[in-house]
């Protein structure tokens, strides 16, 4: 059994040296999936550029993510700022091209959603709201995916990944447009699977299961949530960024060049369940 595990571990060493040193683009890499993920393509080999937007009290952890990437051999990049400031995203993609860095993984994994019911008499979702929200958590992907291409440091043969959620398609009060923006989020990564095959790189929705992050515990009602889907995922437990992070790494090798324009559930099975 220790002969066999050793083998499957070779092979999964093997099989990562075509990941050693290739450059992810994380957009919200500061926690949650965003983090893990980094960790995850460090530990197979790649360098990490991640943008993040974080007050000075969040510095710590960011640093301390820093450190852990460079201690996994990874070269890092990072960048505290609004990834769907256009201005900010040329400044990136300019930086890029200069260090002739080449993008072989993005992973739009932003978390920054009004969370306001569409009809209320007291805190109604408005205009602005609505629009911030569908901005970053849905088009920025297309933006960030047109600039790459632009300044040519989008790797062929490259993975663009985009986090959606159970919200794509079920409603829950509150998260009207996340869920709008969800649902936008999984049509672009559509789309986009179509437009990036001539570039051979493929184009897929991650719908994690609920998992106990930051983001989720801005949800009004998160515990609730956490307490159905722990009672109703086949495994009994939520899903952990590291879950999803070791899904990415697989789905990042070349064996999976033939997946693209999917929504891909790595949740354990929790959606299947009513
Ligand atoms: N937590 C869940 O249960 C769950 C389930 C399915 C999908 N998702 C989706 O996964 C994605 C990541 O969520 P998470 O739970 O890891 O959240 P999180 O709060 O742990 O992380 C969010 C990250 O986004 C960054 N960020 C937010 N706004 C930004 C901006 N404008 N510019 C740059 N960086 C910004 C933050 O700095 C942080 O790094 C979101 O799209 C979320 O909807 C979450």
């Not at 985009?162 to 869920?179: F, H, L, N």
Request: hydrophobic share 45%.
């Amino acid at each position: 059994m220790a002969v066999l595990g050793l083998g499957i571990q070779r092979s999964m060493q093997t099989r990562f040296e075509d990941m050693k040193g290739k450059w992810a683009l994380i957009l919200g890499v500061s926690s949650g999936f965003g983090a893990a993920t980094a960790k995850a393509l460090a530990r197979a080999g790649m360098n990490i550029c991640g943008l993040h937007l974080d007050r000075k009290s969040g510095m710590p952890l960011v640093d301390q993510l820093v450190q852990d990437l460079e201690d996994l051999g990874a070269k890092t990049l990072f960048f505290n700022c609004n990834a769907a400031d256009a201005q900010k995203r040329e400044q990136v993609l300019q930086d890029l091209s200069e260090k002739k860095i080449k993008i072989h993984v993005l992973l739009h994994s932003l978390a920054f959603g009004t969370l306001k019911p569409y009809l209320s008499t007291e805190d109604a979702l408005g205009q602005k709201h609505m629009e911030m929200t569908l901005d970053v958590m849905a088009h920025s992907l297309v933006y960030w995916t047109q600039g790459l291409l632009a300044y040519e440091v989008l790797d062929r043969g490259g993975r663009v990944f985009a986090m959606t959620s159970a919200g794509g398609e079920r409603v829950w009060k509150s998260y009207g447009a996340v869920s709008a923006a969800k649902a936008a989020l999984e049509s672009h990564i559509r789309q986009l699977a179509l437009e990036l095959a001539p570039y051979e790189i493929t184009a897929n929705s991650i719908r994690a299961g609920v998992t106990d992050t930051p983001a989720l515990r801005k949800i009004p009602g998160n515990q609730h949530m956490i307490e159905l889907a722990t009672s109703k995922n086949p495994f009994g437990r939520l899903t952990t960024p590291e879950d999803v992070a070791q899904a990415i790494v697989a789905l990042s090798l070349p064996q999976c060049s033939w997946i693209s324009g999917n929504v891909l559930g790595i949740d354990g099975g929790e959606n299947i369940v009513d």
